[in-house]
C-alpha cells in the first residue's frame, strides 16, 4: 500500500492508524501534511510516527512482494521546485539538483530484477501543460506544467542507468476546478514506465445507489515490468464495485 501524501491536514490520527496497518506500508508527505502549522512541528511529528513508512529520498525495501520504493522529496506542493517554510525546518535548504541526486542515489540500491516505483507528493514536469494532464494546472489561468522539476531530473539522470517501472503520485485532483472535467490520469512513456496520478479526491463518495466506495489505483507488477494498472472503487466489504482500467498487458498477452 503506497500513500502519496496529503493525509490530513496534520491530524495525527489517520497517520497513526497508518502505522497500525499489517500490510507492507510506503508514505510520502504532501503539502497539506504541515497542517496550519509553518514552523514544521507538525510536519515533523507525522515523520516521528511513520518512521522507516516515510521514504523522503531513500528506498523502502519491501521482500513480499519484492519492490524496492524510493520516495521523492517530502511535502512538495508542485510547481517546479518550492520548499514551505514547514518543510525547510525539517529538512533544510537543498537546490533542485541535490534534491534530484538523492533520489537518484536511492533508487541504486534497487536490485534490478525488482520493479521500482517512485513515490511522490507531485509528479514531475514533462507530463504536458494543459489543465487536464496529469500535472497540469487547473486553478489558475494560463493552464500550466505543474510538476516537480528535482523529480523530472532524477528521471533524466536514472535513464541511461535504471528506468523505473512506476512514478505514481497524488496532488493534483482528478476532478478539475470549474467545469474542465476530469485529468488525464495515466500516461505511458516509450520505454514502459507508467506515470500514475492517483488523487482521486474524495477518495469515500457514494454511487447512485447509494452505496458507500473507496477508492485505490491498483497497479500489478510481472517480475519489474508494470503489467496492469487501473482506478478501481470499493465497497465497504472489500467487493470491486467499478474499476476503470489503464493498463492490461497481463490479458492482452492471454488472449494471444
Ligand atoms: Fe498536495
Known amino acids: 500500500m503506497?500513500?502519496?501524501?496529503d493525509l490530513s491536514d496534520g491530524?495525527?490520527?489517520?497517520?497513526?492508524?497508518?502505522?497500525?496497518?499489517k500490510h507492507p506500508v510506503a508514505v510520502i508527505l504532501g503539502n497539506h501534511d504541515r497542517g496550519k502549522d509553518a514552523s514544521g512541528e507538525t510536519f515533523q511529528r507525522q515523520l516521528n510516527l511513520l518512521g522507516d513508512l516515510h521514504c523522503g529520498w531513500r528506498?523502502?525495501?519491501?521482500?513480499?512482494?519484492?519492490?524496492?520504493?524510493?520516495?521523492?522529496?517530502?511535502g512538495s506542493a508542485g510547481g517546479g521546485f518550492h520548499l514551505s517554510r514547514a518543510v525547510q525546518a525539517v529538512v533544510g535548504p537543498i537546490t533542485v539538483e541535490q534534491s534530484a541526486a538523492r533520489i537518484v542515489d536511492a533508487?541504486?540500491?534497487?536490485?534490478?530484477?525488482w520493479p521500482l516505483v517512485l513515490l511522490a507528493h507531485a509528479g514531475p514536469t514533462g507530463l504536458g501543460s494543459e489543465?487536464?494532464?496529469?500535472?497540469?494546472?487547473?486553478?489558475?489561468?494560463?493552464?500550466?506544467?505543474?510538476?516537480d522539476r528535482d523529480l523530472a531530473l532524477a528521471l533524466d539522470q536514472l535513464a541511461p542507468r535504471r528506468r523505473p517501472s512506476l512514478v505514481v503520485f497524488g496532488h493534483m485532483h482528478h476532478r478539475l476546478k470549474g467545469r474542465q472535467g476530469e485529468r488525464s490520469t495515466y500516461q505511458r512513456d516509450r520505454h514502459g514506465t507508467v506515470f500514475l496520478n492517483a488523487a482521486c479526491v474524495p477518495r469515500r463518495g457514494m454511487d447512485a445507489e447509494g452505496r458507500q466506495l473507496c477508492h485505490w489505483s491498483w497497479v500489478e507488477f510481472d517480475q519489474a515490468n508494470l503489467v496492469h494498472a487501473s482506478h478501481r472503487w470499493y465497497l465497504p466489504d472489500?467487493?470491486?464495485?467499478?474499476?476503470?482500467t489503464l493498463l492490461d498487458l497481463a490479458s492482452a498477452g492471454a488472449s494471444h
Open 2 to 5: 503506497l500513500f502519496v501524501g
Open 11 to 21: 491530524d495525527l490520527r489517520l497517520t497513526k492508524s497508518i502505522t497500525q496497518l
Open 59 to 74: 528506498m523502502r525495501e519491501w521482500t513480499n512482494p519484492a519492490v524496492g520504493v524510493v520516495g521523492c522529496r517530502p
Open 107 to 113: 533508487c541504486a540500491s534497487v536490485p534490478p530484477s
Open 131 to 147: 489543465a487536464s494532464d496529469p500535472c497540469g494546472r487547473d486553478w489558475k489561468q494560463p493552464p500550466c506544467d505543474w510538476g
Open 238 to 244: 472489500g467487493q470491486l464495485a467499478y474499476a476503470e
